[in-house]
């Protein structure tokens, strides 16, 4: 039963590097979440997907770009890192029922650990 | 946009004793409260949540209470034991926002044996 699995676990990027952190959940839900974790400030919400080949930003989406590959993977890429990218990552999926207007519960990952220097 | 404020920042507390941590929002829409339970090195697991249609809400020794008039809403966890030992995370989110949640900052949560 694995929920939502990300990897890496950990990283270390020097300052211009690229990396994509990979997210797949095996629940079938249809939204998918990016957050990243600095502290102090709880989570912040990256982007988003809402379903499969949709993507929105959410209050944080600079320096960064998702895909949604398919129902069940997500990953976020980040082209030129920068020290302020030093920070956890989540990934999260949850049921959306759009048309019930329903909030449902939010699966996390265990999160990737970046550190830019 | 929403936001979440959250206090205090750590609490500590003996076994046995109570605990309550507090948060207030701005988005007078958001209708969806839940509270994260986070152990060191893992991510956010959801331990309760309360809808706006109620005000107060129960699971053993956790309950949560919401005042949507002063945009109000607290965790309370009874008879505290070691392992509810964690940073805690609340949240809020309108109804019709897909679930995209915005997070208090955290309260570190120390239970003392």
């Known amino acids: 039963n694995a929920g939502v699995t990300q990897t890496p676990k950990f990283q270390v990027l020097k300052t211009g590097q690229s990396m994509t952190l990979q997210c797949a959940q095996d629940?079938?839900?249809?939204?998918m979440y990016w957050y990243r974790q600095d502290p102090g400030m709880g989570l912040r919400l990256i982007y988003y997907?809402?379903?499969?080949?949709?993507?929105d930003k959410g209050e944080v989406p600079n320096g960064y770009n998702v895909s949604r590959l398919n129902k069940r993977e997500f990953s976020l890429r980040l082209e030129s890192a920068a020290p302020s990218q030093t920070s956890v990552y989540f990934c999260?999926?949850?049921?959306?029922?759009?048309?019930?207007?329903?909030?449902?519960?939010?699966?996390f990952g265990q999160g990737t650990r970046l550190t830019v220097v | 946009g929403e936001n979440v404020e959250q206090h205090p920042s750590t609490l500590s507390v003996q076994e046995g004793d109570s605990a309550v941590i507090k948060c207030t929002y701005s988005d007078s829409a958001s209708n969806y409260f839940p509270w994260y339970k986070q152990e060191l090195g893992k991510g956010p697991q959801l331990i309760i949540d309360i809808r706006s249609n109620v005000g107060e809400k129960k699971d053993q020794r956790i309950a949560v209470t919401l005042n949507k008039t002063a945009k109000h809403f607290s965790l309370h966890i009874t008879e505290t034991q070691p392992e509810d030992s964690a940073v805690y995370f609340c949240a809020a989110t309108p109804q019709n926002a897909g679930n995209m949640l915005t997070f208090g900052g955290g309260t570190r949560l120390m239970v003392k044996p």
């Open positions: 629940m079938n839900h249809n939204s």
């Open positions: 999260a999926s949850s049921e959306v029922h759009w048309r019930q207007l329903m909030n449902t519960e939010a699966f």
């Open positions: 997907s809402a379903s499969e080949g949709t993507t």
